[in-house]
């Protein structure tokens, strides 16, 4: 069983990730937090297989979490979950190592597909995201 760690400031997000992982035994939220700092912290102390990941937390970017997370994990796989579709940001989120930026409004559809990509070492970046040069 992979044990994920949910990162959003938003209780509903994470309550409503949990429901789409209850479908999966394959899959288990191991953890949630609320801001960068607790992602930081929890993840310490839980040692997740995967991160997914929000972008804009109260505290810290979650690019700047990513960061450090694969410092503090680094064998754990990091999946941006977010609202922002920038190319940008999108190339900013990766180069910090995640292998996933799924958009929230896809989440429906692109979650376990995006979970086993990534699981099995490659990258899944949500449709509609189109990524500036090489990463």
Do not use: C
Request: a negative charge; hydrophobic letters at 50%; charged letters at 20%.
């Amino acid at each position: 069983m992979k044990r994920i760690l949910v990162v959003d400031d938003f209780a509903v997000w994470r309550r409503f990730v949990n429901t789409l992982l209850t479908v999966t035994p394959e899959w288990q939220i191991h953890g949630e937090a609320a801001s960068g700092a607790e992602a930081l912290t929890r993840a310490q102390e839980l040692q997740p297989d995967l991160v997914l990941l929000d972008i804009n937390l109260p505290d810290i970017n979650g690019i700047e979490v990513a960061r450090q997370l694969q410092v503090i994990i680094p064998n754990a796989r990091i999946v941006f979950l977010t609202s922002e579709s920038s190319s940008h940001l999108a190339n900013a989120a990766l180069s910090t190592g995640a292998l996933g930026y799924l958009l929230k409004s896809q989440i429906v559809d692109e979650l376990l597909p995006a979970l086993e990509s990534v699981f099995s070492g490659k990258r899944f970046i949500s449709k509609g995201i189109m990524l500036q040069g090489s990463i």
